[in-house]
């Protein structure tokens, strides 16, 4: 029998291989999306509606992916996605963190993650943190704090959740707790799946399933994953006066992550945000929301250079983020891409992933014949007529003086 190279070739080898060694209540967690799936799905496909227009000569020898996201240097323009409860393998976030710096790109840490931001932060410095707008102002402040003292570089603030419920293929079932009974129930997983329970065996016991980044600075106690949520679910929601209030009290870099429409764009530099990522939050949320990519050149075109537009959602290949920055991204942002690498190969399974995506960019580029991602545009793609998404009507005149330019595409 021939083994298996550890090397995989492409993304969706990855989650086939996420899907051979993960118990299938993990998986289905990871694969994730809401009621019939068709958001997720719309992000994968409208990125092969774009086709590339590539020259047969006049290819550059010397080529570079290098940027930077928030005044952060990065060798790709690509940074890690912030998705909770990374507890698929005992390293988790940790292991993340570090694929990340050792190519050169930036963690995005979630409010709900496994590990504790000190120990992302040692493993990589260029950890940018996310919160949602959960519990007290105090609590909010509490934890701005703490992330500031761990020395993450910038917060990420998701408002983009509405609670959305309902999958037609069926929701996983995940513990509150890994207690005996939920260890009993999920003996068959473990059994069928020996290599995985093994690694937990052997790598300092079974996840707990709190959320140590939300834990009470008084008692010392984490909540649950499901007692964060329940407390996020009765947190009244966010208005743009509260996003003002977070900049101001951060100080720092705050990038707003869930923006598809171009009003929403727009009242986001009112608030005083420095980056937003266009996203419709991997399709976990309203089904039917268009893809992020279709929604980007709009956002992008009437935002202009005033603050820096990331691009989240359906990314899997180093032609999809060539395609996002033709649109106006400045960096794309991956999440499940990385988890199943996280899945197939731990900390080198993520670095396989990064890697994949920075030779797909660079043949983009060099088939495009570019130097630099710089230089990409739409000019670079057919891109059909009725591809893009303008969501959200410009403010009224009155109001901000500003009027939305027409779409780039």
């Known amino acids: 029998m021939t083994k298996q190279n550890p090397w995989f070739e492409t993304v969706l080898e990855a989650q086939r291989r996420a899907q051979k060694y993960l118990p299938p209540s993990v998986y289905a967690a990871l694969v994730a999306g809401s009621e019939r799936g068709r958001t997720p799905q719309d992000n994968l496909d409208a990125f092969a509606e774009l086709e590339f227009a590539p020259h047969v000569l006049g290819h550059k020898a010397d080529i570079s992916t290098a940027t930077t996201i928030l005044g952060i240097p990065v060798s790709i323009p690509v940074m890690m996605s912030p998705t909770g409860v990374q507890a698929i393998r005992p390293e988790g976030e940790v292991a993340i963190a570090r694929a990340a710096a050792n190519r050169g790109t930036i963690m995005g840490l979630s409010s709900f993650a496994s590990k504790p931001i000190e120990e992302v932060v040692e493993a990589n410095p ?130 707003l992550k869930g923006i598809t429409r171009v009003d929403d764009a727009l009242r986001a530099i009112d608030a005083g945000v420095d980056a937003i990522s266009v996203s419709n939050h ?26 820096e537009v990331l691009l989240d959602g359906g990314v899997r290949r180093g032609g999809d983020v060539a395609k996002a920055l033709a649109l106006g991204a400045r960096a794309v942002m991956i999440g499940r891409a990385y988890l199943w690498g996280l899945a197939a190969n731990g900390q080198t399974g993520v670095e396989n992933v990064l890697d994949l995506l920075t030779m797909g960019l660079r043949s983009a580029l060099l088939g495009l014949g570019h130097h630099s991602i710089e230089s990409l545009s739409p000019a670079d793609f057919h891109i059909p007529a009725d591809f893009a998404r303008t969501l959200g009507v410009p403010f009224p005149a009155h109001e901000t003086g500003r009027s939305v330019p027409p779409s780039a595409v």
């Not at 959960?134 to 983009?160: E, F, N, P």
């Not at 976990?284 to 005033?306: F, H, M």
């Open 126 to 255: 260029n950890t940018f943190f996310q919160m949602y707008w959960t519990g007290s102002r105090d609590q909010l402040v509490q934890r701005m704090d703490r992330a500031r003292i761990a020395g993450a570089k910038a917060l990420i603030v998701t408002t983009d959740w509405s609670f959305s419920i309902g999958r037609d293929w069926g929701s996983p079932q995940i513990p509150e707790k890994m207690d005996f009974k939920a260890i009993w129930n999920m003996k068959w997983e473990g059994i069928s799946h020996l290599p995985w329970a093994r690694s937990w065996l052997t790598g300092g016991g079974l996840p707990d399933l709190t959320a140590p980044n939300l834990r009470n600075p008084e008692t010392g106690v984490a909540p649950t994953f499901f007692g964060a949520y329940y407390e996020w679910m009765n947190t009244p929601p966010a208005q743009w006066e509260d996003i003002a209030w977070i900049k101001e009290e951060w100080g720092g870099p705050l990038m």
């Open 282 to 307: 991997g399709g976990n949320n309203l089904d039917t929301t268009p893809a992020s990519i279709r929604c980007l050149p709009a956002v992008a075109s009437a935002v202009g250079d005033q603050i």
